[in-house]
C-alpha cells in the first residue's frame, strides 16, 4: 500500500484546514486508518484513527475539533480540523494498519499561527 497525503499549510489560530490520504497498490479493507502528528522534539503521536467498521478515536487535545472520516471504496482517509491552534503544529502523517502491517505516507507541514 502507498499512501499520498495533502493538504497541509499555514493557517491563523482558529481556522481550518482538511488533510486527505490517498492509499494505492492495495487495499484499504479490513484495516485501521489514522493519522499521526510529529512536532520538533516531540514523539510521533496518534492524532485520530478510524477502523473499517466506522469505530474512531481521538486523542483528547483534539476532541470536538478534529474529524476523521474514510472511504473504503476510494481509498481514502480524511482528517478535518477546526479551530485549530498554534499547539497543532507539526508534520502530519497518514497511517493503515492491518494486523502486523504498517504503512506511513510521507508527511504534509501543517502551521498554524498565533
Known amino acids: 500500500v502507498q499512501l499520498q497525503a495533502s493538504g497541509g499549510g499555514l493557517v491563523q489560530a482558529g481556522g481550518s484546514l482538511r488533510l486527505s490520504c490517498a492509499a494505492s497498490r492495495g487495499t484499504v479493507s479490513s484495516t485501521v486508518m489514522g493519522w499521526y502528528r510529529q512536532a520538533p522534539g516531540n514523539q510521533r503521536e496518534l492524532v485520530a484513527s478510524?477502523?473499517?467498521?466506522?469505530?474512531?478515536y481521538y486523542t483528547d487535545s483534539v476532541k470536538g475539533r478534529f474529524t476523521i472520516s474514510r472511504d473504503i471504496r476510494e481509498k481514502t482517509v480524511n482528517l478535518q480540523m477546526i479551530n485549530l491552534k498554534p499547539e497543532d503544529t507539526a508534520v502530519y502523517y497518514c497511517n493503515v494498519k492491518r494486523g502486523t502491517l504498517t504503512y506511513w505516507g510521507q508527511g504534509t507541514l501543517v502551521t498554524v499561527s498565533s
Open positions: 478510524i477502523t473499517s467498521g466506522g469505530t474512531t
